[in-house]
């Protein structure tokens, strides 16, 4: 893992966010064939909804 | 576990129940053509994805019967799927399937249906490279950056728009603030003035006295005053809580009602839909019947049919040795295919009759006793939502009580300390009168110790304000902080594009080199997938090459190589990876390897099923549990 990344990922987990989950639950919903609006109210609730682990 | 079992009805070939069990490792099932190989894939591909096309579902199902159903069961899980033919010919799927991911069907079941097999098949590298940037994920982690991207505008702007509104507001008090306390430190110094002076010598310590006094009472004056602007902002803060509340408690009280209503009109109709439930089923259970004896008959008339068939090019009955007639048995054959389509068309008839009558009651059962049940659990959410947010109400009525009590408190303690700044007033205007040659000053003074309050009084209200914008600036703060978030996101999601890119593009070469070498074809130089997914396939020597130029064994070898290693990436915890059919286009010595591969790959999580035909023997034969060979390949 990149120096980078691994930052990231640090920084997000502090701000409540647990990047790589939030990944695989993205791309599981975009598979099960959710639209853009649904994933980007989704991720309005990760970004503004506080702790998501 | 090692088991696994799948029990299939009317499924493809398969008329009858029938069960099989596959275990973890290399399951090769070995048996001629037509004995029911893909149907067993068909059945268990039926089990295991939700993604099936009308035209698929059609193919699963038995083409003679209306039914089936697929039972799949691995280690502690267990799942059903039913095939039902509706009256227009198409066919439904109905219960849950073994995974919902959809990308299963594209790296796990590798036969001719298979996209990916298709498109190498007719060498078609733009669609595989679309195919592969599906499969790895590709397109949705670009998706997911633009959706991100433009989520980062949003919040940028929004950000901006309330930093600058603060910003301005805070800009516009601090400066009201600065210039207030010039203007009083102005006073002051003429305060002390005119206290230098020597026509006030005679009532200097009297007035240096009430000044000592008016500094006494302007400090606590201005402790009352912090703790009174305190006090209202909380009481605001609290008001828009309890609003806020009011809102949601009249929501919640109105919909109680709505409820209350619908569950006593549900109540009142509810005798009428059992009543109608028992006459739909009682008419479905008649139409049933009738189903059967048409089902039975036509059965009879099909084998009836077939027998007709099979003789019509003999010249003896090979039954009862009569003379065959042929232009009668024609005759014959033609009234029956009549009859049997009228027969068919009569079970169809029913079959939508039925349909139509299960609706009924699926939607009579929806509205009533379902409905009842869901209507009285949500009453029960509410009244609990309801009870909360009273108990709230109360406690913030509570909270504003006590805050309202305690700036009654400090009002009264501000007008008492007013009222005695007040006295020390009179008591210069007294002084005036009493001391003529110093009036003018003392006038003066007095009017400068009122403007001093006055501007003391404005001080402390202009840092009320700025109290009031810090819950401002706490928005302004989680708008920053949502920005930051985004911004993290993106950066995180971009890096996972690359990495996932090159990982994936890494991972399949490193995979297809390994097969090419089993192949022999090591001359294909690596890599020979770029890193935007493009082929490129490089004989040794530099000479390049394409797909269309690979023999349809290479192609076969290539393709299980690129499905395995995405399998594994992307669908890592479904457990079946099968090849149907593909392996054949494959010399045996050849395919023993790739077998070789798999099964040594395979581990103790993997079920990997491979079909290969066995020469045909002759005697036409149905799969059966013995044509499962596990963890034993067949090809010598």
Same mark, same amino acid.
């Given at each position: 893992?990149?120096?980078?990344?691994?930052?990231?990922?640090?920084?997000?987990?502090?701000?409540?966010?647990?990047?790589?989950?939030?990944?695989?639950?993205?791309?599981?919903?975009?598979?099960?064939?959710?639209?853009?609006?649904?994933?980007?109210?989704?991720?309005?609730?990760?970004?503004?909804?506080?702790?998501?682990? | 576990?090692?088991?696994?079992?799948?029990?299939?009805?009317?499924?493809?070939?398969?008329?009858?129940?029938?069960?099989?069990?596959?275990?973890?490792?290399?399951?090769?099932? =070995?048996?001629?053509?037509?004995?029911?190989?893909?149907?067993?894939?068909?059945?268990?591909?039926?089990?295991?994805?939700?993604?099936?096309?009308?035209?698929?579902?059609?193919?699963? /199902?038995?083409?003679?019967?209306?039914?089936?159903?697929?039972?799949?069961?691995?280690?502690?899980?267990?799942?059903?799927?039913?095939?039902?033919?509706?009256?227009?010919?198409?066919?439904?799927?109905?219960?849950?399937?073994?995974?919902?991911?959809?990308?299963?069907?594209?790296?796990?079941?590798?036969?001719?249906?298979?996209?990916?097999?298709?498109?190498?098949?007719?060498?078609?590298?733009?669609?595989?490279?679309?195919?592969?940037?599906?499969?790895?994920?590709?397109?949705?982690?670009?998706?997911?950056?633009?959706?991100?991207?433009?989520?980062?505008?949003?919040?940028?702007?929004?950000?901006?728009?309330?930093?600058?509104?603060?910003?301005?507001?805070?800009?516009?008090?601090?400066?009201?603030?600065?210039?207030?306390?010039?203007?009083?430190?102005?006073?002051?110094?003429?305060?002390?003035?005119?206290?230098?002076?020597?026509?006030?010598?005679?009532?200097?310590?009297?007035?240096?006295?009430?000044?000592?006094?008016?500094?006494?009472?302007?400090?606590?004056?201005?402790? =009352?005053?912090? !703790?009174?602007?305190?006090?209202?902002?909380?009481?605001?803060?609290?008001?828009?809580?309890?609003?806020?509340?009011?809102?949601?408690?009249?929501?919640?009280?109105?919909?109680?009602?709505?409820?209350?209503?619908?569950?006593?009109?549900?109540?009142?109709?509810?005798?009428?839909?059992?009543?109608?439930?028992?006459?739909?089923?009682?008419?479905?259970?008649?139409?049933?019947?009738?189903?059967?004896?048409?089902?039975?008959?036509?059965?009879?008339?099909?084998?009836?049919?077939?027998?007709?068939?099979?003789?019509?090019?003999?010249?003896?009955?090979?039954?009862?040795?009569?003379?065959?007639?042929?232009?009668?048995?024609?005759?014959?054959?033609?009234?029956?295919?009549?009859?049997?389509?009228?027969?068919?068309?009569?079970?169809?008839?029913?079959?939508?009759?039925?349909?139509?009558?299960?609706?009924?009651?699926?939607?009579?059962?929806?509205?009533?006793?379902?409905?009842?049940?869901?209507?009285?659990?949500?009453?029960?959410?509410?009244?609990?939502?309801?009870?909360?947010?009273?108990?709230?109400?109360?406690?913030?009525?509570?909270?504003?009580?006590?805050?309202?009590?305690?700036?009654?408190?400090?009002?009264?303690?501000?007008?008492?300390?007013?009222?005695?700044?007040?006295?020390?007033?009179?008591?210069?205007?007294?002084?005036?009168?009493?001391?003529?040659?110093?009036?003018?000053?003392?006038?003066?003074?007095?009017?400068?110790?009122?403007?001093?309050?006055?501007?003391?009084?404005?001080?402390?209200?202009?840092?009320?304000?700025?109290?009031?914008?810090?819950?401002?600036?706490? !928005?302004?703060?989680?708008?920053?902080?949502?920005?930051?978030?985004?911004?993290?996101?993106?950066? =995180?999601?971009?890096?996972?594009?690359?990495?996932?890119?090159?990982?994936?593009?890494?991972?399949?070469?490193?995979?297809?080199?390994?097969?090419?070498?089993?192949?022999? /074809?090591?001359?294909?130089?690596?890599?020979?997938?770029?890193?935007?997914?493009?082929?490129?396939?490089?004989?040794?020597?530099?000479?390049?090459?394409? /797909?269309?130029?690979?023999?349809?064994?290479?192609?076969?070898?290539?393709?299980?190589?690129?499905?395995?290693?995405?399998?594994?990436?992307?669908?890592?915890?479904?457990?079946? =990876?099968?090849?149907?059919?593909?392996?054949?286009?494959? !010399? !045996?010595?050849?395919?023993?390897?790739? /077998?070789?591969?798999?099964?040594?790959?395979?581990?103790?999580?993997?079920?990997?099923?491979?079909?290969?035909?066995?020469?045909?023997?002759?005697?036409?034969?149905?799969?059966?549990?013995?044509?499962?060979?596990?963890?034993?390949?067949?090809?010598?």
């Amino acid at each position: 893992m990149s120096e980078g990344k691994k930052e990231i990922i640090k920084k997000l987990n502090y701000k409540g966010i647990n990047p790589i989950k939030l990944e695989k639950d993205l791309v599981a919903i975009l598979r099960k064939g959710s639209s853009t609006v649904e994933v980007s109210n989704y991720l309005k609730k990760i970004i503004e909804g506080g702790k998501y682990e | 576990m090692n088991k696994i079992r799948i029990e299939l009805e009317n499924i493809g070939i398969f008329r009858e129940r029938r069960d099989f069990e596959l275990a973890k490792g290399l399951n090769v099932i =070995y048996a001629p053509n037509a004995s029911g190989k893909s149907s067993l894939i068909a059945g268990l591909k039926a089990a295991s994805i939700m993604i099936f096309t009308p035209e698929e579902l059609k193919r699963v /199902l038995n083409d003679y019967e209306n039914e089936g159903f697929v039972k799949l069961s691995v280690d502690n899980n267990e799942v059903i799927v039913k095939l039902k033919r509706r009256a227009d010919g198409t066919v439904e799927a109905i219960g849950k399937t073994f995974s919902d991911n959809g990308i299963v069907k594209k790296v796990a079941f590798i036969d001719l249906e298979n996209e990916l097999v298709n498109a190498v098949y007719s060498g078609d590298e733009e669609r595989i490279k679309q195919i592969l940037r599906e499969i790895s994920g590709l397109n949705y982690l670009e998706t997911i950056i633009t959706i991100i991207s433009g989520l980062r505008s949003e919040y940028e702007y929004r950000y901006q728009i309330k930093r600058r509104d603060y910003e301005s507001r805070r800009e516009e008090i601090e400066k009201e603030i600065k210039e207030t306390e010039m203007n009083l430190e102005n006073v002051r110094k003429r305060l002390n003035e005119i206290l230098s002076r020597s026509e006030i010598e005679p009532l200097r310590k009297e007035i240096e006295n009430i000044r000592q006094k008016q500094k006494e009472i302007e400090e606590r004056l201005s402790i =009352y005053r912090k !703790d009174e602007i305190e006090a209202k902002n909380a009481i605001a803060l609290r008001d828009i809580d309890l609003k806020k509340m009011e809102a949601d408690l009249k929501f919640f009280i109105e919909k109680r009602n709505e409820l209350l209503e619908e569950i006593e009109s549900i109540e009142r109709n509810l005798i009428e839909y059992r009543r109608e439930i028992e006459k739909l089923s009682l008419e479905i259970k008649h139409l049933a019947s009738e189903k059967g004896i048409f089902s039975r008959e036509l059965s009879e008339k099909e084998d009836i049919l077939k027998r007709r068939k099979q003789i019509i090019e003999y010249a003896i009955c090979p039954y009862c040795g009569a003379p065959i007639d042929r232009k009668l048995l024609e005759a014959e054959i033609i009234e029956l295919e009549s009859q049997i389509s009228e027969l068919r068309d009569k079970i169809n008839d029913i079959l939508s009759e039925i349909e139509k009558r299960q609706r009924r009651i699926d939607e009579l059962k929806q509205s009533g006793e379902e409905r009842l049940k869901n209507a009285r659990k949500e009453l029960d959410e509410i009244s609990s939502k309801i009870s909360d947010l009273e108990q709230n109400k109360n406690k913030i009525e509570n909270e504003i009580n006590l805050l309202n009590r305690k700036l009654k408190d400090l009002e009264n303690k501000i007008k008492q300390l007013e009222e005695e700044r007040e006295l020390l007033l009179k008591r210069l205007e007294i002084f005036e009168k009493e001391y003529p040659e110093a009036s003018t000053l003392v006038d003066e003074y007095r009017r400068l110790q009122v403007q001093e309050h006055h501007l003391m009084e404005r001080i402390d209200r202009l840092h009320g304000r700025l109290k009031q914008l810090e819950e401002m600036h706490k !928005d302004v703060l989680s708008e920053q902080n949502n920005v930051e978030k985004v911004n993290l996101l993106e950066k =995180y999601f971009r890096i996972r594009l690359s990495e996932i890119k090159s990982l994936a593009v890494d991972r399949i070469n490193e995979v297809i080199l390994r097969h090419f070498k089993l192949l022999k /074809l090591a001359e294909l130089e690596f890599p020979i997938l770029s890193s935007d997914f493009e082929l490129k396939l490089t004989r040794s020597g530099g000479v390049p090459t394409t /797909l269309a130029e690979l023999s349809d064994a290479e192609k076969a070898i290539f393709v299980i190589a690129i499905t395995y290693a995405l399998k594994e990436y992307v669908a890592e915890e479904f457990p079946f =990876y099968v090849v149907d059919t593909l392996i054949e286009f494959i !010399d !045996d010595t050849r395919a023993r390897e790739v /077998l070789n591969y798999l099964m040594e790959s395979a581990g103790s999580k993997n079920v990997i099923i491979v079909t290969k035909t066995k020469p045909y023997t002759g005697e036409p034969t149905i799969l059966t549990q013995n044509d499962i060979l596990v963890n034993e390949i067949p090809l010598k």
